[in-house]
């Protein structure tokens, strides 16, 4: 009885227009959930896979030390390192060039993982489009700049040899 | 053959083979890292652990020789125990910085330890301090790295034959260096240690941290600097040549190289390279386009056979072309400008060895191969100083000596050969022909020739006995400075020989009568009966690596491709039966006739590759002044040099490493090389230039690649296969009396007394020719030439080293650093040739051989006083 009489009064559909309703006069604010990109950004959870970045030791050196192991790991090929001898002293491996195709980046991760000396990171950044395309493809400087933001130095962990 | 039982698998292996090899024939991999295929087994890093059955204990596969009924075990438990922990071993002090060190990627130690070991290292105490020594100028050791195989030691010794490396301290402690201390190598830098160094504990300074082998593109290919002819492979990477490969199982270098060779490709990618093609406006050299640069040539080029005939043009092709370069060259300069003026650098004195070669043996192919040369059970050697100028062929017979091979060395100075020698004979200068002739004359009397040449050429040998009668051992003795039983002993241990082998050095070849000393040491060896062509012969050593190919090719006036003879009518319509176009029948000018051709005004156009005569003949010359007077010279080269300064127009060629094509090594064994990169700058291979020109010319000879060349290099060579040949030997021996005698004949050198020193410039081992000189590495070795000298003769002029030396004689003076030495007798000096500051060799003159018109100028005589620097 009481079926049929929602049935023929349309209760159901009322009840979940009201509920429309409702949620349409509830504006910005505590309650609401619409995040009124780009004026507020989302939260983002540690483990975010954003733009790369290059990192540096705590007395300011780069930590790269040019071992190409992310251009090898890269899955989407899209780094470029070029390492040598660094000039003052010749026994010091560095990378002369370093490059990121952001372009082709796939946001793996997996370079960061490959790196030994903990040079390239992850930051939270993902706003990323250009009206140029070169202009997002990442130079060591670029690189290095984001990661000295995004990264107050921090020391790093000892491989092999001591310096 | 025996049959032994390898993880239940039966394998046949040849009897005393390693257990090692064994496997790795049957498939089964046992890892090692003290082991290499080239070096005797040692058993150092007992990584090849397996189990033998009835043997106590595990055993190193690398030293145990397989036996029948042998049962072995790779794979077990214990066995995976073992090697884990023999590679933790391995690693107790290992720094483990691989992504720094620069062997990553291609580590024998990575590559164990990612597979058999556990990648886990218990002892943690403080790593123990080791030698890091970065100050040889080309090899630097980290030691730290180093897993103590010895590979280094032993491959320094067992191979190259130096010893310069040893192992000192003890244990642990052990680390690697110079035999005599201090941390220069100061050895011959082939390279062989790090290259076989399976960890990064000696690395080249050169390559340092410029690349890990997975971003490098590998090109098998030959080197370019000398006749030895090597493989290796040249590691690129974005058109830049980043270091030098080898692998131990290709090539007739087996690995081998020579510094020229391992270090010295850096000229490549040299800044100074040409990259476009020059043109001379007013008197300066301004870039211009190919375009303009080979019309203009062609114009020229035209006119020029227009008023003065296609004879007043001429061209000379450097040794360093490929065979498909230089067959187009003359084919350019017989067809489409129609004239047979062409020579090559082989007119530096090589072509004398060739030009006997062929006037004895015929056109075939002919000379000893380094192979033979390995296996020889004698060889006599004469004034070839080989282990500077053919390191590899050097190789090889420092590699016989040590088997047992009675080597006799004879030079006007102690040479690094010598060492190995069962006789080392040092001759006084200028009197090689009087110990080649005494060493026939020893034949002849001790009735040392062999029995069936006795039979067949009797009248030959009497012939040589009348031309050599006047010749006693007393003029020898005093002449050459070498006793007769000394001769005898010589000429005795050659004819006895069942594998003898000549080496022919450019103390002969390059040297007035080097053709007749040439034809007279093939007498020798015809009457010894050491030239039946299964491994007993002559081996003229190759200073340019294609200066056989391009006296194959026909880059000489007097020899069409395929040796054949240039003035001989039939043999001429041979070829231009193929070509479809006949080849001017003028006889064409060699390089000493070319300049003087100028001289006199009959040649007005020069077209000149890859020499640089303004830069090698000496500057008081008559050539010198030609090159000033001619109408228009075309240079193509590499390198701005001295004479591309005289030029009208420059043209930019590309090096070895950019271009495809064929090189022909000194024992005649044509190799393939790959281009690795793209031409630098708008620089071009030198067979598209003519191509280029040639179509210009109103002749096009159009390839589609250097291949489609040597197809028709390969119809040429098949179609003029000439029967008279077939015994040459037979015909040779015919010679007349008269003929004999003037080959016989000997100059007298005489010193003049103003001048009391007789200079000669000469090869080294670190530099070839002038690409060395725009190589990092041989420069970094050797940057500067230094006078040898006598220190008798040093004390006499008070010269003490370090010092500058004042050379003088009619033609000028230099000053030099001099190297006081005691391996070059009395009187003698000796100067690197390779290079142009300063300039020794203008007090040299030209001298032009008499024969084959080689013209030479690598000696003079010189008057030397201490310089006291003025301040
Ligand atoms: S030698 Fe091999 S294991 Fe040792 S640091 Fe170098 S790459 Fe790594
Ligand atoms: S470079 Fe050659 S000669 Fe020198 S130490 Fe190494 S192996 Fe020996
Ligand atoms: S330097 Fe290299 S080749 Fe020599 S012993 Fe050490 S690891 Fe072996
Ligand atoms: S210069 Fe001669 S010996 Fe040395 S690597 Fe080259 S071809 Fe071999
Ligand atoms: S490989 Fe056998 S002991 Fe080293």
């Known amino acids: ?163 | 053959m025996v049959k032994l039982t390898i993880n239940n698998k039966i394998v046949e292996a040849p009897d005393g083979m390693l257990l090692t090899e064994a496997a790795k024939m049957a498939g089964i991999e046992i890892p090692t890292l003290c082991y290499h295929p080239e070096l005797q087994p040692y058993g150092g890093c007992r990584l090849c652990l397996v189990r033998i059955e009835k043997m106590p204990k595990l055993q190193t596969a690398c030293t145990t020789r397989v036996c029948d009924n042998m049962v072995v075990t790779t794979e077990s438990p214990e066995i995976e125990k073992a090697r884990k922990g023999m590679l933790e071993f391995v690693l107790t002090y290992h720094p483990l910085d691989c992504p720094i060190c620069d062997k990553g990627g291609e580590c024998e130690l990575q590559n164990l330890v990612f597979k058999f070991g556990s990648g886990f290292r218990r002892y943690a105490e403080d790593i123990e301090e080791y030698t890091i020594d970065t100050n040889d100028p080309l090899i630097d050791r980290e030691l730290d790295r180093c897993v103590r195989c010895l590979r280094c030691v032993r491959v320094c010794d067992e191979v190259q034959g130096v010893t310069n490396l040893t192992a000192y301290n003890r244990g642990s402690h052990t680390e690697i260096g110079p035999f005599m201390g201090g941390s220069i190598f100061n050895c011959e830098y082939c390279g062989s240690c790090v290259s076989i160094c399976p960890v990064g504990a000696l690395t080249s300074k050169l390559f340092k941290y410029k690349a890990r082998p997975w971003q490098t593109k590998r090109t098998e290919t030959i080197c370019t600097y000398c006749g030895c002819g090597c493989q290796f492979a040249l590691e690129t990477r974005n058109g830049e040549v980043l270091r030098v490969v080898t692998d131990y199982d290709k090539g007739v270098n087996e690995g081998s190289l020579c510094t020229r060779g391992r270090f010295g490709y850096s000229f490549i990618n040299n800044k100074k390279r040409l990259t476009t093609p020059l043109i001379k406006t007013n008197t300066k050299l301004e870039p211009t386009s190919w375009d303009e640069a080979t019309d203009i040539i062609a114009d020229r080029f035209k006119k020029i056979i227009e008023n003065n005939g296609p004879d007043a043009i001429a061209g000379i092709i450097t040794g360093h072309c490929t065979n498909e370069d230089i067959y187009l060259f003359q084919k350019f300069m017989r067809l489409a400008i129609g004239t047979n003026n062409i020579d090559s650098a082989a007119r530096y004195g090589y072509i004398n060895a060739m030009s006997a070669i062929k006037q004895v043996i015929g056109s075939k192919r002919f000379e000893a191969s380094l192979e033979d040369v390995a296996n020889a059970d004698v060889i006599l050697s004469i004034c070839s100083n080989i282990t500077e100028v053919n390191p590899i062929a050097g190789l090889k017979v420092r590699r016989a000596a040590k088997r047992g091979a009675e080597l006799i060395a004879a030079d006007v100075r102690d040479t690094d050969i010598a060492k190995f020698a069962a006789q080392n004979l040092i001759i006084k200068s200028g009197s090689e022909r009087w110990f080649i002739h005494g060493l026939i004359k020893a034949v002849l009397e001790e009735g040392l020739y062999d029995n069936k040449v006795y039979k067949e050429h009797k009248k030959f040998i009497n012939n040589l006995n009348s031309a050599l009668k006047g010749l006693l051992f007393e003029e020898i003795e005093t002449k050459t400075g070498i006793s007769e039983k000394d001769i005898i002993n010589a000429a005795k241990a050659y004819s006895k020989a069942k594998k003898g082998v000549i080496i022919l050095g450019q103390g002969i070849t390059h040297q007035q009568d080097g053709y007749k000393s040439s034809l007279n040491l093939l007498d020798l060896c015809i009457l010894t009966g050491n030239i039946d062509g299964k491994g007993t012969a002559i081996l003229p050593l190759c200073d340019e690596n294609n200066e056989y190919g391009a006296i194959e090719m026909g880059a000489a006036p007097e020899f069409l491709p395929g040796l054949l003879n240039a003035g001989d009518a039939r043999q001429r319509d041979i070829i231009s039966k193929i070509w479809d176009k006949k080849i001017p029948s003028k006889k064409g000018l060699t390089m000493p006739e070319i300049f003087n051709g100028v001289l006199k005004g009959k040649i007005k156009a020069l077209y000149i590759i890859g020499e640089n005569p303004a830069g090698t003949f000496p500057q008081k010359s008559e050539f010198y002044e030609a090159l000033q007077k001619l109408d228009f010279l075309v240079c193509q080269d590499l390198f701005p040099t001295a004479t591309c300064e005289l030029a009208d127009i420059v043209l930019p060629a590309s090096s070895f490493a950019e271009k495809d094509g064929t090189f022909t090594n000194m024992e005649g064994r044509a190799q393939k090389i790959k281009a690795a990169i793209n031409p630098v700058g708008e620089s071009r291979p030198d067979y598209q230039i003519f191509s280029a020109l040639s179509e210009k010319m109103g002749y096009p000879m159009d390839y589609d690649n250097a291949d489609a060349i040597l197809k028709e290099i390969a119809q040429v060579i098949e179609g003029c296969g000439l029967e008279e040949e077939k015994d040459a030997i037979g015909n040779y021996v015919k010679i007349s009396l008269k003929d004999l005698k003037e080959q016989y004949e000997r100059k007298e050198e005489k010193l003049p007394a103003k001048f009391p020193f007789k200079l000669k410039l000469g090869p080294v081992l670190f530099h070839s020719g002038k690409l060395s000189g725009y190589s990092d590495g041989p420069v970094r070795i050797l940057p500067e030439g230094r006078l040898k000298i006598n220190p008798n003769d040093a004390d006499r002029l008070g010269i003490i080293e370090g010092d500058r030396a004042l050379l003088k004689n009619a033609n000028g003076e230099v000053k030099v650093k001099v190297e006081i030495t005691d391996r070059i007798p009395e009187g003698l000096l000796f100067y690197p040739e390779h290079f142009m500051y300063p300039a020794v060799r203008n007090l040299c003159e030209i001298d032009i051989d008499k024969d084959t018109k080689a013209n030479y100028f690598k000696s003079t005589f010189v008057a030397v006083e201490r310089h006291v620097p003025e301040h």
Request: hydrophobic fraction near 35%; charged fraction near 30%; proline fraction near 5%.
């Open chain 1, 1 to 163: 009885m009481i079926k049929f009489l929602k049935n023929i009064f349309f209760i159901d559909i009322i009840v979940g227009l009201l509920l429309t309703l409702k949620h349409f006069f509830m504006f910005k604010g505590k309650r609401g959930v619409t995040i009124e990109y780009p004026d507020e950004k989302r939260p983002l959870p540690d483990g975010y896979r954003g733009l790369l970045c290059l990192r540096r030791k705590d007395d300011g050196s780069e930590r790269c030390v040019g071992c190409t192991l992310c251009e090898a790991y890269c899955p989407s090929k899209c780094i470029t390192v070029v390492s040598a001898g660094s000039e003052a002293d010749p026994m010091k491996r560095y990378a002369k060039f370093y490059q990121i195709d952001i372009t082709k980046c796939v946001f793996c991760g997996y370079c960061v993982d490959a790196c030994p000396v903990e040079a390239l990171a992850m930051t939270k950044r993902y706003e990323l489009s250009q009206y140029e395309k070169g202009t997002i493809v990442m130079t060591k400087e670029k690189l290095l700049e984001i990661g000295d933001e995004d990264y107050p130095c921090q020391p790093v962990r000892q491989t092999g040899r001591k310096d």
